[in-house]
Structures are given as structure tokens and as C-alpha cells.
């Protein structure tokens, strides 16, 4: 039990109290009484606010369930739909003609396109590959992949993989970086005679730094090295600038239910800030230590200094709206709304960045980068933007010196898009997609509406379609090109790099310029297609594009029947079934909120909890509609409690499932479907929390 101390009214978890008080607060010229009575203010003028958004939220969900079920099995007709959408509220005017008028954007936010990687607080070695993942090895990319056809021989360095490996490099080179005559698989030292030789923008000592697309390549000098010195060259690596922000999760990749979850990723988001943060870790018996990365330093042609971040820069996602922490307690006992929490503190803490504090620059453009996920419509991100100014307010900070990136991940969202644009736009920066989230508030929002079409089927539907063309058109619009980010969601699966070269170049063409990544190595390969695609020039082509009907979005993906063999329904369920048990056992049991989970077919795929909504909504939507009963859901909980405890039994923390049905990873899958129709839009984390708490005894 948490032990509580009196501030300013609020009862505050001792432990949060003293990390704030001796640790956060340090230097930044605000006293411990002045920030606490500023906290107690904001959660005294927002928390009811808060509270009586989610109640729009239910009210409006009830409504929609009510219209559904009074015309049920009724094909849904659009005008008649979106007519009442708009008298409940649903649906809101859309704002006149605007543009954003965000400022002090830092380049790869506005102006240039990269990769993006997505990366747990809690886990403070992930935190620094992502953070150092700014550059990366396409040697080691290409070598240990399947970008390229076969695969290195194991017992150490396999010198025919490496020279597949340095002809694939030199033809990148090639592409990238022509010469006037010949090829880079000829060059053999020396200043390169470039079409543009102003790709060419600085030395470090031999090696060679250029820029293409706005991204920079090193071709890597080391005639000492083990590559290098068998290179006629000396070309030891090809160094490529990859993942250009990183957004530091606070949200859907960790499982943080209480005080002690909440200070470690504050703990973390501190050390990134002050730059002091490190992990040790063992490698082939060793011990190693991992720590923030360096910039890079050059010299350019005339002789002056050229320095580039050696890191990614660092978004910070907090959660939505929705969710409580006992880490704070408000004057009536209950729990403070979490996502009021994550602002406050990770406003405060990224003021070490700002007042140059830190062993390194995180914004150079003095700016802090929150992204807020899980909002929906304008009213809520509005409570957000009048937040953020009570922040600002309450730390002394500029106005709209903190930006936000509006997720559109839930449909009342998606439908009202430029309405909730045009509400933060004076600091918005970072709007994207995500399928599992979308798909799962889709289901959710339309329950009552009738059978959903099985969850593949789902992905080629004209709603999606819609809604991704959608985003990148109002975004485009609004005026988001040069400023703010227009993204893309992540490639899941990342030993299937060859897949992801083929699939995901799709993004910067649809006029994108970021899209997720599940590691460094893929932000590596990733950063090729942009590379490939001037997504600004293909901004500018799209400008002039329609914005797809509202309609489309709008139509609900409902099953042309319900039809199905029992071993179609068999297979379905088995694959909902061993999506949500493999990740909810190591949520649960471990508090690891992402990590690679081997699918029904043991491909392994980088999960956090959109993975549980869209496949716990979609097996309550059929349990619901009769298209399954309950002993045929139970029945494929427990075949593939089997399955999971097969494709963990080589992990040691591991608590198998089968014969321990009351375990509480079985129990919390189980109520994600069971109690699915009742779960505020369909969200898992209140489910989640509460079995976490149960095994954590907190």
C-alpha cells in the first residue's frame, strides 16, 4: 500500500513526492510549493472537465447503440446516418478554410522526412537504441536481414554475405549519389566527381558526409577497420541518418498502473532530458554499458564546423483522457486523471532541455513535442490545448512552447478531423494513423450495428481506404506541409524486412512523411524510401487532390452475411484468442507492455495494446451477435492458452496457463471479450490495470 503525503491539498504518493521535490525539480528555478499548488489548481479547474468528457462519451455511445438496435438487420443508409450523428453532437460542422500556425518546429518535425520509432519509457535500454537510432549501420542492416536474398553462414563473419552486402551499399550509392561517370562499386579514394557535388557537405577526416532528400549518408573511412581495410577504398561502412524522431511512450507500449510504474518512466523521460540516462546490460558474458549518443561533428568544404544530432529527436506520448492513478489522490480521494498527470510532469521535467541543462540538446527550437493519443472529436482535443496553456501558465513557460500530436486513431476523431485540427492549431504538429486502434473503435462504436466482417477483411474495406486518404488530404489542407508531421502506422513484424521494403515505401508515396518502425534496424532500411520518394514534391501533387467523402468513412464494415463454416468461425476466433493471450500473459504476469509476440502462425510481431482492442472487440461483436457462443470463445481461449504456453516455454518468468485457468493473465483475457460490449470504447486499460494491480498488490 502507498503511503501519502499532504500537498496543496492533494494527497501525493511519498515516493512521487520526493522524485519531484529532490530529483525533477532540481535547477529549474520552481519551488517545490509552487509547483504542487500549481498542480492542485490545473486538477481543481480539469478534473471535472475531464469527468464529463468521457460522460459525452457514453452518452453518445448510447445513443448510436440505441439507433442501431431500433433498425436492426436495416441496411444502413448514409444520409439518414450521418443526419443523426449530427443532431446527437457526433458529428460537428467542419471549421472554414485554415491554416496551422504552429512555430519553433525543429527541422525533422517540418522539414524533413524520415522514419519514426515508437519505444517504451520503462525499458531504459530500448530507450537508448531508439534515442541513439538516429544513425545506423546499412552494413549491419543489410547483413542481418532478409532485405537481401539469403543469409549470412553462422560462426562469425561470412566474407560472402559481406560482399553481397557492400555491392548492394554501392549501388545505393549509385542511386543516391551518381557520378558523373562510373560507379561508386569502381571508386577507389578521393574527393568523388558527383552530378551535384554540393551532396557533399562535409569531412571527418576521410570520411565523407552527403546529403540527399534532406537526409544524410556518411560513407565511413576506416582503412584499419576489418571491412575498410580489405576495401580499395577504405570504405569501412555506409552510415545513414534514420530514424529522425522517436516518440518516448508513456501510453500503449507499457504497463505503468500505479506510483512506482509512474516514477519509473518519469525517472527515465528525466534522464533522457538531462541526457544522463544509462543501461547495463550482459553480451556474450560481458557486462555493457549504453549511454545517449554524442553529435556528430564535420567540416565543410570552406573549412567550417558542420554539426549534425546524434540523436533522435524525442517525442513524448502521454496517456489519453481516460484513465486514473493512485499516484495521486484529489481532495473527494479519488484518483487523479492520469493524463493530467503525464502533462504536468513531462512538461516539467523536458524543461532541463529547454534550459540547457543537459549533457545534450534534445529540441534545438525550443520546443517540447507531447503526443496525446485516444481523443475524441474537437471538444477533447480542445480540453487539451486549454491544458497545455495551464501548464505553460503554471511552469512559466512561452506560449505554445508545448506542441501536441493529435493521434487520429478513434472514429469520432477521423470524422471530424480539421474540426479538431483547427482546435489545437496554433501548436499541432504530428497528426497519424493506426489501424488496430481505429479498427477497434470502428468495431466498438458500431456494436450494436450487426456482425462485423472478419478482422483481415477489415483492411481492405473502403472505410480504411478512406480514412488514410482522409488524414493526409485534411492534414495537407490545413497546411501541414513544412511545418508538422502527416504519419503512418508501424510495420509489425521485424524480422520480415524484406516485406516491409516492399510494403511501406507505400507511405511517403501516399504524401506521408514519417511512418512507424518497430526497431533501429528498420528505421535503418525504412529511411531508404525516402531516399526514394521526395514526399514534399508528392505533398504538392496531392495538394491539389479532393478530400474523400465523409460517407465512406462513415460506412460501417458490417458482414455480407454471417454464413461461415464452423471451421471459418473456428479459425477466427483462434486467431483473436492467441493475439490477445500472448500478449496479455506478459502484460499481466511481467509488466511488459511491448515486446515481439509470436503470432497464431509464430511469426513474431511487435504488439502493444491495440493489438487486445481490436481483437477482444471483435470477438465480443460476433459473441454478441450469436455468430459464436460462449463455449465456442472459451473453448478457443483455452486451445490457444495451450499454443502460448508452447511459444514461451523457453522463458524462464514464464507462468504457463494451462492447468492454472484462474491464472490472472487467462482471467483478464478472458474478461477483455467477455465484458467487451460494456468497456468504455471498447479500451483494455481498465481491465488491464485492475489484474495488474491484483498480481502486483498494489
Wanted: a negative charge.
Amino acid at each position: 500500500m502507498s503511503d501519502y503525503v499532504e500537498r496543496a491539498g492533494l494527497r501525493v504518493d511519498a515516493r512521487l513526492a520526493e522524485f519531484v521535490e529532490n530529483d525533477a525539480l532540481t535547477g529549474l528555478g520552481l519551488s517545490a510549493e509552487d509547483f504542487w499548488r500549481g498542480t492542485a489548481e490545473i486538477y481543481g479547474e480539469f478534473a471535472p472537465d475531464n469527468r464529463a468528457l468521457l460522460e459525452k462519451r457514453e452518452t453518445l455511445q448510447a445513443q448510436i447503440d440505441d439507433w442501431h438496435t431500433a433498425r436492426q438487420g436495416q441496411p444502413i443508409e448514409q444520409a439518414e446516418y450521418q443526419a443523426f450523428l449530427a443532431e446527437i453532437g457526433y458529428l460537428v460542422p467542419e471549421p472554414d478554410a485554415f491554416s496551422i500556425t504552429t512555430e519553433n518546429v525543429d527541422d525533422e518535425v517540418a522539414r524533413i522526412a524520415g522514419p519514426q520509432l515508437v519505444v517504451p519509457v520503462l525499458n531504459d535500454r530500448f530507450l537508448l537504441n531508439a534515442a541513439n537510432a538516429r544513425w545506423g549501420s546499412l552494413y549491419d542492416a543489410l547483413y542481418g536481414t532478409d532485405v537481401l536474398p539469403g543469409a549470412a553462414k553462422p560462426g562469425g563473419y561470412d566474407a560472402e554475405r559481406g560482399a553481397q552486402v557492400i555491392t548492394a551499399a554501392r549501388d545505393l550509392l549509385d542511386e543516391f549519389l551518381p557520378l558523373n561517370a562510373g560507379s561508386w562499386a569502381d571508386y577507389a579514394g578521393g574527393t568523388p566527381d558527383l552530378q551535384d557535388p554540393s551532396q557533399l557537405v562535409g569531412m571527418a577526416g576521410e570520411s565523407m558526409l552527403f546529403r540527399h532528400n534532406g537526409l544524410h549518408f556518411e560513407v565511413m573511412i576506416d582503412r584499419d577497420h576489418p571491412i575498410g581495410k580489405t576495401d580499395a577504398a577504405g570504405i569501412a561502412d555506409v552510415i545513414v541518418e534514420a530514424a529522425l524522431t522517436t516518440i518516448v511512450d508513456l501510453e500503449d507500449s507499457v504497463a505503468a498502473v500505479d506510483a512506482e510504474d509512474k516514477i519509473l518512466a518519469y525517472r527515465h523521460w528525466l534522464g533522457l532530458m538531462r541526457g544522463d540516462l544509462e543501461a547495463s546490460f550482459s553480451k556474450g558474458g560481458k557486462t555493457m554499458q549504453r549511454s545517449l549518443a554524442a553529435d556528430r561533428s564535420y567540416t565543410d568544404q570552406d573549412g567550417g564546423a558542420v554539426s549534425l544530432p546524434g540523436r533522435s529527436l524525442l517525442f513524448v506520448r502521454n496517456v489519453g483522457h481516460l484513465m486514473t492513478n493512485p499516484a495521486i489522490l484529489l481532495a473527494d480521494g479519488s484518483e487523479a486523471p492520469e493524463g493530467i498527470l503525464d502533462g504536468i510532469m513531462t512538461s516539467m521535467i523536458a524543461m532541463h532541455d529547454l534550459k540547457g541543462l543537459g549533457r545534450h540538446s534534445n529540441s534545438r527550437a525550443g520546443s517540447v513535442y507531447i503526443v496525446k493519443p485516444k481523443m475524441h472529436g474537437p471538444e477533447e482535443a480542445a480540453f487539451t490545448n486549454r491544458l497545455f496553456d495551464a501548464i505553460e501558465d503554471m511552469l512559466g513557460l512561452d506560449r505554445h512552447t508545448l506542441k501536441v500530436g493529435v493521434m487520429d486513431e478513434e472514429r469520432r476523431t477521423s470524422a471530424n478531423l480539421a474540426a479538431c485540427i483547427h482546435a489545437v492549431k496554433d501548436r499541432i504538429v504530428f497528426i497519424n494513423t493506426g489501424f488496430l486502434d481505429r479498427t477497434g473503435d470502428e468495431i466498438h462504436t458500431s456494436m450494436q450495428a450487426g456482425a462485423m466482417m472478419r478482422k483481415a477483411a477489415m483492411k481492405e474495406a473502403d472505410w480504411i481506404d478512406a480514412y488514410e486518404a482522409r488524414n493526409v488530404q485534411i492534414g495537407l489542407a490545413a497546411g501541414f506541409s513544412g511545418r508538422a508531421q502527416i504519419g503512418k502506422g508501424m510495420w509489425p513484424a521485424p524480422d520480415l524486412m524484406a516485406d516491409m521494403m516492399e510494403a511501406k515505401i507505400g507511405h511517403p508515396k501516399s504524401g506521408a512523411n514519417t511512418a512507424w518502425v518497430p526497431s533501429p534496424t528498420g528505421a535503418t532500411l525504412h529511411a531508404l524510401h525516402y531516399h526514394r520518394v521526395n514526399v514534399f514534391e508528392r505533398q504538392e501533387a496531392l495538394s491539389a487532390e479532393p478530400i474523400p467523402a465523409l460517407g465512406k468513412l462513415l460506412t460501417v464494415p458490417l458482414a455480407d452475411g454471417t454464413n461461415w463454416s464452423a471451421e471459418e468461425i473456428r479459425e477466427e476466433l483462434d486467431n483473436n484468442a492467441q493475439g490477445i493471450l500472448g500478449y496479455v500473459v506478459r502484460w499481466i504476469d511481467q509488466g511488459v507492455g511491448c515486446s515481439k509476440v509470436p503470432d497464431i502462425h509464430d511469426v513474431g510481431l511487435m504488439e502493444d495494446r491495440a493489438t487486445l482492442r481490436i481483437s477482444s472487440q471483435h470477438m465480443a461483436n460476433w459473441l454478441l451477435h450469436g455468430v459464436c457462443s460462449a463455449e465456442e470463445v472459451d473453448a478457443a481461449l483455452e486451445r490457444m492458452a495451450a499454443k502460448v504456453d508452447g511459444q514461451n516455454e523457453g522463458d524462464e518468468a514464464y507462468v504457463a496457463m494451462i492447468g492454472n485457468l484462474d491464472d490472472a493473465a487467462f482471467q483478464a483475457a478472458r474478461a477483455l471479450v467477455f465484458e467487451g460490449v460494456s468497456q468504455p470504447s471498447g479500451y483494455t486499460e481498465p481491465l488491464l490495470h485492475a489484474f495488474r494491480r491484483k498480481v502486483k498488490g498494489s
